[in-house]
């Protein structure tokens, strides 16, 4: 029997000091003592999502990435919103999840933190359900003007922001506890 529930995040930004690799750090001090807790940080080396190479043997780069998310009880993807919706290569980092199915009703929770970020969290939604992903109610949270409630050091200064994250992650693991995957 596992002893802990295993969560990695994504973030949809390869900025290393974007609004949502913060955020995706924030998270850290929340998660309970039960969770191994796992960023992923190699969106950006993901190949161009190619249909003719997502075969029984695709590149390196996404074999490990999806090994990462099937060992995974729960999933948070955190990102941006760029031109009015997701970001590329979040986008194409969803792409290699098609055919695979590492998020099939897994339990997955959205951060979108950005300036707005109304239309990349409904995209992201929109594109996690093509996935048969778990977005579970309450499962969803939307952090506009993000870069206005991070201090120096990437934490959130605003009670309310941190109260939704602690929220956000009680939702998921009481979600995974009811999948029963742990």
């Known amino acids: 029997m596992k002893?802990?529930?295993n969560i990695v995040a994504l973030s949809g930004s390869s900025r290393k000091k974007s609004s949502t690799q913060k955020a995706l750090n924030s998270l850290k001090k929340f998660m309970p003592d039960s969770v191994e807790y796992e960023i992923y940080n190699g969106i950006e080396k993901l190949p161009h999502f190619n249909r003719d190479l997502d075969n029984d043997k695709p590149p390196v780069e996404v074999q490990v990435y999806r090994?990462?998310?099937s060992r995974a009880d729960g999933v948070i993807i955190c990102t941006p919103e760029y031109i009015k919706?997701?970001?590329?290569v979040l986008?194409?980092?969803l792409e290699w999840l098609v055919s695979s199915a590492e998020l099939y009703t897994k339990?997955?929770?959205?951060?979108?933190?950005s300036c707005d970020g109304e239309n990349a969290h409904q995209a992201l939604q929109l594109n996690l359900s093509m996935l048969n992903a778990n977005v579970f109610d309450g499962g969803a949270l939307l952090i506009s003007g993000a870069n206005n409630k991070l201090n120096e050091d990437g934490e959130f200064v605003k009670n309310e922001v941190n109260s939704s994250l602690k929220?956000?992650?009680?939702?998921l693991l009481e979600e995974?506890?009811?999948k029963g995957s742990f």
């Open 91 to 93: 986008k194409n980092a």
């Open 67 to 69: 090994e990462l998310l």
């Open 85 to 88: 919706g997701v970001p590329g």
């Open 107 to 113: 339990p997955v929770a959205v951060i979108t933190a």
């Open 3 to 5: 002893t802990k529930i």
């Open 167 to 171: 929220l956000l992650i009680s939702k």
């Open 176 to 178: 995974v506890n009811k």
